[in-house]
């Protein structure tokens, strides 16, 4: 089982810049491939980025792409997503997410079915 907690959400002009954070707790949670997904008001649930066990192969979404930055830090079990020139479609609830295998499988890494642990989300409101 692992737990996932997002932080670093808030309120920000456009133009700024967000880092969140996702902190894994359980067991080898560190060996997780894991991802980012947001969920814009009335919308559904999409893909955002993701990044393998070891940092070394990251994946975005064409909307975020050159604005997004995913990173983890395995010596203290965190995720991160650095988000610049927020835009106000940015706007989301913003969800990390664990996979139970370490690599991103090419063909359905941006899948929410190849996700097992869910965090609780955190929001990004982006004001124009």
């Known amino acids: 089982q692992v737990q996932l907690v997002e932080s670093g959400g808030g309120l920000v002009q456009a133009g700024g810049s967000l880092r969140l954070a996702c902190a894994a707790s359980?067991?080898?949670?560190?060996?997780?491939?894991m991802g980012w997904f947001r969920q814009p008001p009335g919308k559904e649930r999409e893909f955002v980025a993701a990044?393998?066990?070891?940092?070394?192969?990251?994946r975005y979404a064409d909307s975020v792409k050159g604005r997004a930055t995913v990173s983890r830090d395995n010596a203290k079990n965190t995720v991160y997503l650095q988000m610049n020139s927020l835009k106000p479609e940015d706007t989301a609830v913003y969800y990390c997410?664990?996979?139970?295998?370490?690599?991103?499988?090419?063909?359905?890494?941006?899948?929410?079915?190849?996700?097992?642990?869910w965090g609780q989300g955190t929001q990004v409101t982006v004001s124009s």
């Open positions: 990044i393998n066990w070891s940092g070394g192969d990251t």
């Open positions: 359980g067991r080898t949670a560190s060996n997780n491939a």
């Open positions: 997410a664990a996979q139970v295998r370490g690599y991103l499988s090419s063909s359905t890494y941006y899948s929410s079915n190849d996700y097992a642990y």
